[in-house]
């Protein structure tokens, strides 16, 4: 057997309370064949011993056998954890440390499909980061083309046109800046390694304040609440400034008749909070909205399907924890996003 086997570690495992149990089970029919005498115990007597004795020992090689199997497959049941407790998107190889090998060859086919799985999606994921990339180029062309015709007298259906290429345009751009964004976030490309420590409540005073121009022209009151403290988290500000940009841009265009915008940073623990008292989102959408692509079928405004999916994207890369409250709990929309606090470098992804 080789070394490390289930059968090597369940045979050293049981062979030394096996040997004792049948010492004792030898001692107990020595006893009572040698040493008790007929004259003082009946045969129902002995009958009753031999049968109690055999039970004891029926048990006890039961809870031995039981133990056995138990610490053999302890690993296995180290392993399934493991597997449990992974995200959905962690394709990293599974440790077979300590695994029997019986186990290791499965784990080790597991894990060559774990590679061919993560290289495919890796490969995926860079076409379409450079597809976007290869994109922006000829639609800002596009853009630049559509933006002069505009600026000369045109005659109205051929201005109509153009503006229409210059709207289309515009969605493009983007949405290939948006899968430029999702390509950033990715967990495989570590964007941890960027991070910096930064004032959270400082950092939205800033960014949120880029927004108010749009929602004074959307007739729309932008507010933020912050502590004056400093709140320190480890982020990418480039990626924040993408979350942040999204639920905002999400509030102003698919909330309805939205007339406030609630910007909340609280201390403890480090949270974003965004909320607008617009129409809110249907219970029957709320848990397919952050999937990419996806837009509620009652939604009349235009977009790509890809804001709160991005917004995920992001929390995970920094390990943050979201969560959706809309109708009937509130009136409107609220996305929370708790980060871990600062810890640079951190590996961490709350769902």
Not at 20 to 43: G, N, Q, R, S
Not at 93 to 109: F, N, T, Y
Not at 230 to 250: C, K, R, S
Not at 294 to 315: F, H, K, N, Q, T
Request: aromatic share 6%.
């Amino acid at each position: 057997m080789p070394r490390g086997s289930l059968a090597r570690h369940l045979i050293f495992r049981l062979l030394p309370p096996v040997l004792v149990l049948v010492a004792v089970d030898l001692a107990v029919t020595w006893l009572v064949t040698t040493k008790i005498h007929l004259e003082t115990w009946l045969l129902r007597d002995i009958f009753w011993l031999m049968l109690l004795s055999q039970i004891l020992l029926v048990f006890l090689v039961a809870w031995v056998l039981v133990s056995g199997v138990r610490s053999s497959l302890r690993s296995i049941n180290r392993l399934a954890d493991d597997i449990k407790e992974r995200d959905l998107d962690d394709l990293q190889p599974l440790d077979a440390d300590g695994l029997s090998s019986e186990i290791v060859p499965v784990v080790a086919r597991i894990n060559d499909l774990l590679r061919r799985l993560d290289e495919s999606v890796k490969a995926q994921k860079r076409f379409i980061g450079h597809a976007a990339h290869q994109l922006r180029t000829p639609l800002s062309g596009l853009k630049l083309e559509c933006e002069l015709m505009l600026a000369n007298e045109l005659p109205q259906d051929v201005r109509l046109r153009a503006e229409r290429i210059k709207t289309v345009t515009d969605r493009m751009i983007r949405l290939g800046e948006q899968l430029l964004v999702l390509a950033r976030a990715d967990a495989s490309t570590r964007p941890q390694d960027s991070f910096q420590r930064l004032d959270l409540a400082d950092w939205v005073r800033n960014t949120g304040a880029e927004w108010v121009p749009k929602a004074r022209r959307q007739h729309v009151r932008l507010q933020l609440r912050a502590p004056e403290e400093a709140v320190w988290v480890d982020a990418d500000p480039l990626l924040l400034t993408e979350l942040l940009g999204n639920l905002i841009d999400n509030a102003l265009r698919y909330g309805g008749h939205v007339q406030n915008i609630r910007l909340q940073v609280n201390a403890t623990p480090p949270a974003l909070v965004v909320e607008d008292d617009g129409r809110g989102i249907d219970p029957a959408h709320q848990e397919r909205v952050f999937d990419a692509f996806y837009r509620a079928p009652d939604s009349d405004a235009a977009g790509s399907g890809l804001g709160l999916a991005i917004v995920r994207e992001i929390a995970q890369a920094h390990g943050a924890w979201w969560s959706l409250t809309s109708t009937p709990q509130i009136e409107g929309t609220r996305v929370s996003i708790v980060f871990p606090g600062p810890r640079m470098g951190t590996h961490l992804n709350r769902q």
